[in-house]
């Protein structure tokens, strides 16, 4: 059954254009950018209600303002449809709706997020009322659905059946599956991840691959397993293998891999034609730090600054994704019919909007919201853990035999790691003050996976994180008192990121939604994150997204090893290196 409201919205800009409803809004004297024909065209637009009843000259359309209709002048100044962001990853310390409060000012009027936590930690009953309620918010709220946890969890604690990824991919603000981060699966042939990937297939939803590295071969054979876009080439080559094959290619600009700019100086010079139509652009779930800088304004800044003609960097973040998600006929352009999503800009060079207007109404003016955003009730939230206990010191401490040799983590970069076995003692003072303990501890005080760590800081004492990967508490330090001082804090608090350094607290962080996200308005969070991240370098931390880090230690679609419940993983083949112990 089709929502009446969508049958009243549809009405309210038929009455518009026939005259016989005065427009709610006209936007009087500015120049349109057509992201169909890229063209900047002088044109007023008039909505009816949410959607977008006219764009042309007032004469053409006979349209007739009324006392209620509000007239917006906005000579000089261009018109672009709002933002879509293809691949939001909505719980980087900050939630959904903080992230919208956030971007929308900035421009982002839809976003597809990764529902990986959502659905890991979220009763289907109230996962499925956030998505409805969110799906109509001044931003649309899309959804990915994961099909696999990205982590090893339990099997008793893994919700990633056939049963249950379909009703999420059923679900209509669902306009995927993926991110394929467990691959593998999916080329072995396994039924049940094959019968997913049919499902979205099915449903008319798009398959999104996570296939960093990959050969054309690999990427030929995920695309013959279903595979339809992919967001990790980090070299040019890698952008064309992609779209040969018919993927829809989406460049990065995160705060981990800002590849973009590179990517389209390649792409300029490369001498091949570039098919712009199909490519999109994404920030990639950016950690808090790099959203000073805005975010798919500001990714849309560095692509212009690349070299990128604006007729082709707007519609990466607005056409070109309505087009591949099947949405075109509700988002990504300035149209009749169209969604009311405009950004107001004061030049095609300067893509942060003086403006924005969603679903026909002002929603930010010269980067404040002026509306109220549907909130979240996040006690509705699974806590990170239910269980009161407290670590001891000796939980926390790798217990290795004389003459053995141990296992070490490598920091290679942020997120990618190598094993090493090395000797037990170590003289140089230097090399010992930078291995770390390092412990992954179950919330439930179950079981304990250690193992040392090497390339994170030097002389860090204690300090513990309920923001990683498989949701469990990440700990590491040299000292294991300062060690359990951390964890307990974070214990005690719900969820959260604890730093304990001669004794005292360092740096805390809350993170009470379920030990990931914070409640509190990204700039503060940003503030935050800043002083994490400059505590860190002042301990020498080599890496520029520390954050990332935390997340990805416990996350096994890394190479080369990954810390998890049953023990320190190796990736290539799944085996436990050193297995976890039980806590008593
Ligand atoms: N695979 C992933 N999972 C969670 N956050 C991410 N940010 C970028 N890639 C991510």
Not at 176 to 204: F, I, K, S, Y
Not at 439 to 444: C, G, I, R, Y
Not at 557 to 574: F, S, Y
Request: proline share 8%; glycine share 8%.
């Amino acid at each position: 059954m089709i929502p009446s409201t969508l049958i009243e919205e549809r009405i309210a800009v038929i009455e518009t254009v026939m005259g016989r409803r005065p427009p709610t809004v006209w936007l009087k004297g500015g120049q349109v950018f057509n992201v169909y024909t890229g063209r900047l065209e002088k044109q007023d637009v008039w909505f009816g209600g949410d959607r977008i009843a006219y764009v042309g000259s007032r004469e053409d359309g006979k349209l007739i303002p009324g006392d209620s209709t509000e007239v917006v002048d906005v000579s000089g100044a261009v018109l672009i449809p709002g933002y879509i962001e293809p691949h939001s990853h909505p719980f980087q310390f900050y939630n959904p709706v903080s992230l919208t409060e956030k971007v929308l000012p900035l421009g982002t009027t839809a976003m597809i997020h990764d529902n990986l936590y959502f659905f890991r930690s979220l009763d289907e009953r109230v996962r499925k009322e956030w998505m409805d309620r969110l799906l109509h918010s001044p931003v649309h709220h899309y959804w990915w659905a994961r099909l696999d946890p990205q982590a090893h969890l339990h099997p008793d604690g893994n919700p990633f059946s056939l049963e249950k990824v379909s009703t999420a991919l059923e679900h209509p603000a669902t306009l995927q599956a993926g991110e394929l981060t467990d691959w593998m699966a999916l080329l072995d042939g396994d039924p049940e991840r094959v019968a997913m990937v049919e499902t979205a297939h099915r449903l008319g939803k798009r398959v999104e691959g996570h296939s960093p590295g990959a050969s054309y071969r690999t990427l030929s054979r995920l695309a013959a397993a279903g595979v339809t876009g992919d967001h990790e080439s980090i070299t040019v080559e890698e952008v064309h293998n992609r779209l040969r094959l018919g993927y829809m290619t989406t460049l990065r600009f995160s705060s981990l891999r800002p590849d973009l700019p590179d990517l389209i100086r390649g792409l300029l010079k490369g001498g091949e034609s570039v098919p712009w139509h199909r490519l999109m652009m994404t920030t990639d779930g950016p950690t808090p730090p790099a959203l000073s800088q805005g975010y798919v304004d500001a990714m849309i800044r560095v692509a212009l600054e690349a070299g990128c003609p604006p007729e082709y960097a707007y519609p990466m973040v607005t056409l070109n994704p309505a087009v591949y998600y099947g949405l075109d006929s509700h988002i990504g352009g300035i149209a009749p019919g169209r969604s009311a999503d405009i950004n107001i800009l004061q030049s095609l060079e300067e893509p942060t909007p003086l403006e924005v207007f969603s679903r026909g109404r002002r929603v930010a003016r010269d980067g404040r919201l002026t509306v109220e955003l549907p909130q979240l009730d996040w006690n509705r939230f699974p806590a990170f853990t239910s269980v009161d206990w407290r670590l001891k010191p000796e939980d926390l401490e790798l217990s290795v035999k004389k003459g053995e040799p141990v296992p070490v983590i490598q920091l290679v970069n942020p997120v990618i790691t190598h094993l090493k076995w090395e000797e037990e003692e170590i003289e140089d003072p230097t090399l010992r003050d930078e291995r770390l303990f390092v412990t992954l501890v179950d919330p439930a005080g179950r079981w304990a996976t250690r193992a040392f760590l090497r390339g994170f800081g030097r002389g860090v004492e204690g300090l513990a994180s309920s923001y990683n990967g498989s949701g469990d508490l990440l700990v590491l330090g040299q000292a294991p008192e300062a060690m359990a001082h951390a964890a307990n804090r974070v214990l005690e608090a719900g969820g959260g990121i604890a730093w304990i350094q001669g004794g005292k607290e360092h740096f805390f962080l809350p993170l009470p939604i379920g030990g990931k996200m914070s409640d509190l308005p990204v700039d503060e969070l940003v503030d935050r994150s800043e002083e994490l991240v400059r505590k860190l370098k002042e301990v020498g931390h080599p890496f520029h997204d520390p954050i990332y880090t935390f997340m990805f230690l416990s996350s096994t679609h890394l190479p080369q090893v990954r810390l998890t419940c049953d023990g320190l993983m190796r990736i290539k083949d799944r085996e436990i290196v050193v297995p976890s112990v039980p806590l008593t």
